[in-house]
């Protein structure tokens, strides 16, 4: 039981100390009779809190930057109306700064036996699971000098999944895709291509295409289409270890290596390919394989939701194993780590035999844009020092790259813009040339 602030603002005005009634307390102090009486008349009719029966529904996943809708029920079964204030607690990340009070608090009125709903509006800022706390309720007399409060504990768990903003490129690749798988006008031919069909010799056609036993057989000259294979298998492999961890403006460098994969991956099985994942740092975080192209997207998505960098240096020979078990036919294994010199030097560049010798291998990096601007920058000593700094950091990062081509490796090493649709091309690239 607890007093309330117009009971308080009377008891001040008559100047008529009132004692509050808690849990422990020992004693209570109470003078004039009539007030005494008008509050326990206000704490007797206020409905209990505890007898309350509470039940969720609503969204258990939503995007990061989108909003999902949490609904409470809240049925009185007891004889008198409920009046009360309602607290829905969630963690702070679950809202947007300084608009917890406004979203998680709630006012409502039941009937005795009826029930009501209020629905709490969830805008998360961090992807994973968030989980409910409890719900505390603050139940008034009819003359809101007294009230009753209590505590529910009511679970339940919203997913924040990544937001993909790399989508927007998604029409694009698709168009390309289709003109490399031939449905379009332009066919192309590669090493390792599958035979699409025979047409008409027209000026411009490789010579090596021709089809002599056709042609034969025919008044025309024929050559063969190709098209891109199709059934690959792709391996995307995320490192989270600390240099994931790295923010890139406002976001660490592993959201935008999830983009980059979730564009590839949508990307990819369209084209018929298998898709599968590898979360790993020291051990396994996260592993999709064998879904189906139209189930691989949701899989992965729901998979890297909760994934965050671990504060460790990744093991890249457990990595690498942990790749060749996920991957025991020739795949194109598409590792999303830093291009920084020392992780590769001492942890990729050892093992990179072991993945190269049977697999088509892809490093792909997140640049910091910053390091950009640094280069450019001029006017002042500080300025010239920030700028040699970048200069000599873009030398080393190109140095990396260069050090795993000459190993057979592609490389992709692009700002957080640019890396999904970058991935993207060079997936394409590998499968016109009949690489993959």
């Known amino acids: 039981m607890a007093l309330t602030g117009r009971a308080a603002l009377l008891a001040a005005l008559g100047s008529i100390p009132v004692g509050i009634l808690e849990p422990g307390w020992t004693g209570i102090l109470a003078v004039n009779g009539p007030l005494a009486l008008a509050c326990a008349c206000d704490y007797a009719l206020a409905a209990p809190v505890r007898r309350l029966v509470l039940s969720r529904s609503g969204d258990t996943s939503t995007r990061l930057g989108e909003t999902a809708d949490v609904t409470l029920t809240i049925t009185n079964p007891s004889r008198r109306l409920l009046r009360a204030r309602l607290r829905d607690a969630w963690p702070p990340s679950s809202w947007l700064p300084g608009t917890e009070i406004e979203a ?48 529910h504990k009511l679970p339940w768990s919203v997913r924040v999944l990544p937001p993909f903003t790399s989508r927007k490129h998604l029409p694009s690749k698709l168009a390309r895709l289709r003109e490399l798988d031939g449905r379009t006008s332009v066919l192309t031919r590669g090493e390792g291509t599958e035979f699409d069909s025979l047409r008409e010799y027209v000026p411009g056609d490789d010579t090596r295409s021709i089809d002599w036993r056709a042609t034969a057989r025919q008044s025309a000259v024929a050559v063969r289409t190709w098209r891109p294979e199709r059934d690959r298998h792709i391996l995307l492999v995320l490192d989270t270890g600390r240099t994931s961890a790295g923010r890139v403006g406002d976001a660490p460098r592993l959201d935008a290596s999830m983009d980059a994969a979730l564009l590839l991956a949508a990307l990819a099985s369209r084209a018929g390919d298998r898709v599968a994942l590898l979360a790993y740092d020291r051990r396994v975080r996260a592993l999709v394989q064998g879904r189906s192209a139209g189930d691989v997207l949701p899989g992965l998505v729901n998979a890297m939701a909760p994934l965050e960098a671990a504060l460790v240096e990744t093991d890249a020979r457990g990595l690498t194993a942990a790749a060749l078990r996920t991957a025991p036919r020739r795949s194109l294994i ?3 780590t830093t291009l920084d010199a020392a992780p590769v030097e001492q942890g990729l560049l ?9 697999h088509t291998l892809l490093v792909a990096s997140v640049a910091d844009p910053h390091i950009s601007r640094m280069a450019e920058s001029r006017g002042s000593a500080e300025a010239v020092y920030e700028a040699a700094a970048a200069a000599q950091a873009q030398s080393e990062r190109q140095r990396t790259a260069e050090q795993l081509r000459r190993h057979g490796v592609t490389v992709v090493d692009a700002t957080p813009e640019d890396l999904a649709p970058a991935l993207a091309d060079a997936y394409l690239a590998l499968k016109a040339a009949g690489r993959l």
């Open 350 to 358: 050892p093992v990179l035999p072991q993945l190269t010798q049977r």
């Open 334 to 336: 598409v590792v999303l």
């Open 104 to 151: 998680s608090r709630h006012r409502l009125t039941v009937p005795p036996g009826e029930r009501r709903r209020v629905t709490t509006r969830l805008r998360p800022t961090r992807r994973g699971d968030r989980q409910s706390d409890r719900v505390t309720i603050r139940s008034y007399g009819p003359l809101g000098l007294f009230s009753r409060q209590g505590a």
